[in-house]
């Protein structure tokens, strides 16, 4: 099956590979040499805090409108008189102001793609800040190049606007082409009815245990006398979470670091979004028994 155009294109770039790289170490840098307070920014920014979904496809709506209503009202002030051309530098503005969290949240959500997604974000992250570029310099002339230069700075807002479309693409194509950022809860099936989850002894005292039951993979912990059960598959990409770390009855996802409070699943750490699924538990004459807390779907 053809593939659309901007996905050929974006497979065919091979330069993108190690521009990624680059990219990657840098955004990945940065954030280590902030320490403790770079984790809690990025988790910040990821939107584990705020939005409880990703923060950075929340911020994109702003720019995409506002450039879209700057273009109007540039072409409606040109060939109309019903609209000042003040209007349409204001709405650029407004795009490029909300623009710059993006590309913030944007290039921090970055960090945690690989392979195939890592590609199309990559792509879409260039056009975006190419197209952040060319506005700053339309901006520029609209505010202080004087009146003369206000159809190139209109012609290159254009151009910026044409380049959204196939930023925004880009931008579709990491979530709903190959399903970065999607909770990967939503595809699983879990038990609605008790089910058997194995020994209660084979649980250690502290450490991470996987099991199945129900036709899930179940994490258990013990947390003192109770026994603590999540799904075992990380909600930000799939990762085992029985194969992280267990501190302070918090767990950590070996893929990205994203942390789950035990005892409710809380995402406390990004890059995951989404909280874990927890599991009731109880323990009948030595096995320990697991039902979903709520459906996942
Ligand atoms: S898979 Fe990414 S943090 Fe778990």
Redesign the pocket.
């Known amino acids: 099956m053809p593939q659309p155009l901007l996905e050929r294109i974006a497979r065919s770039q091979n330069w993108l590979e190690p521009t990624a790289d680059w990219l990657q170490k840098l955004v990945t840098g940065i954030y280590s040499g902030l320490g403790g307070s770079g984790r809690q920014l990025k988790s910040l920014l990821n939107g584990t805090f705020i939005l409880r979904h990703p923060l950075h496809p929340a911020l994109t709506d702003v720019p995409i409108g506002a450039w879209t209503v700057g273009v109007i009202a540039d072409y409606a002030a040109h060939f109309t008189s019903r609209i000042p051309e003040s209007a349409g530098d204001i709405a650029l503005a407004v795009g490029l102001i909300v623009a710059l969290a993006a590309l913030i949240t944007g290039y921090t959500d970055f960090m945690?793609t690989l392979a195939l997604e890592r590609r199309f974000a990559t792509a879409h992250g260039l056009t975006m800040t190419l197209v952040i570029a060319i506005d700053a310099v339309s901006m520029f002339l609209r505010w202080f190049a004087g009146a003369g230069a206000h159809p190139v700075a209109v012609a290159l807002s254009t151009v910026g606007w044409v380049l959204v479309l196939v930023g925004a693409w880009y931008g579709g194509h990491v979530v709903f082409g190959t399903g970065y950022a999607v909770n990967r809860e939503a595809f699983l099936d879990g038990p609605s009815d008790w089910a058997d989850a194995g020994a209660a002894a084979d649980i250690p005292v502290a450490g991470l245990h996987v099991a199945e039951a129900g036709g899930m993979q179940v994490l258990l912990v013990r947390e003192g006398a109770r026994i603590c059960a999540l799904s075992d598959v990380?909600s930000?990409?799939?990762?085992p979470l029985h194969e992280g770390t267990l501190q302070n009855g918090i767990v950590q996802?070996p893929?990205?670091?994203?942390r789950f409070r035990i005892r409710d699943g809380r995402a406390v750490g990004g890059?995951?979004t989404f909280d874990q699924p927890v599991l009731e538990v109880r323990e009948v004459d030595g096995r320990v028994m697991v039902k979903l807390e709520s459906p996942l779907h």
Do not use: E, L
Not at 236 to 239: E, F, K
């Open positions: 945690d990380c930000h990409a799939g990762g996802c893929w990205h670091s994203s890059p995951a």
